[in-house]
């Protein structure tokens, strides 16, 4: 390699995909910005993705639940951001003591609630239900998806 090559440098994030008792997906609300999220966020330097996901989770939510499989890995770059790739594992289902132990004492959050998958196109943004989707299908084949921009490759 020539030391004119140039490297992609891209950002990595990760979040899980929680359910509720009736197969309903976790959607939170940041408290910095409009877009709804899932739970997650940067992983930091010496950090790994999955790493990441299990303190993202404790800091956001307050609870440590066990964080499952690796479900999709996104490549979405964005035009402000740069380059992304993104990971998204399973959290499972979260019961009902689970539910009451959580608290936003970040304050990086300010609620959560759980919506069929089928409906998170009016909820989230387009890359995000995309990806939401695609995980959550995933997780119903017992498989991994590799998407870019949210959408599987090959198609």
Same mark, same amino acid.
Request: glycine share 2%; proline share 5%; aromatic share 6%.
């Given at each position: 390699m020539s030391?004119?090559?140039?490297?992609t440098v891209a950002r990595a994030a990760a979040g899980a995909l929680f359910f &509720?008792? &009736?197969?309903?997906?976790?959607i939170v609300q940041p408290s910095y910005k409009v877009n709804r999220e899932i739970p997650g966020g940067a992983v930091e330097r010496g950090e790994t =993705?999955? !790493?990441?996901?299990?303190? !993202?989770?404790?800091e956001e939510l307050g609870i440590q639940p066990p964080i499952g499989r690796l479900?999709?890995?996104d490549w979405a770059p964005h035009p402000e951001r740069g380059e992304m790739i993104l990971f998204v594992f399973d959290g499972g289902v979260l019961d009902a003591g689970a539910l009451e132990r959580i608290t936003f004492a970040d304050?990086?959050?300010t609620g959560f609630g759980f919506h =069929?998958?089928? &409906?998170?196109?009016?909820?989230?943004s387009e890359r995000m239900a995309l990806r939401v989707k695609a995980a959550a299908a995933a997780r119903d084949r017992g498989g991994l998806v590799y998407l870019e921009h949210g959408r599987a490759v090959p198609g």
């Open positions: 030391d004119q090559e140039t490297f &509720d008792e &009736d197969g309903r997906v976790m =993705p999955y !790493e990441a996901c299990v303190r !993202e989770v404790r479900l999709a890995v304050n990086e959050l =069929p998958v089928e &409906d998170v196109d009016d909820l989230l």
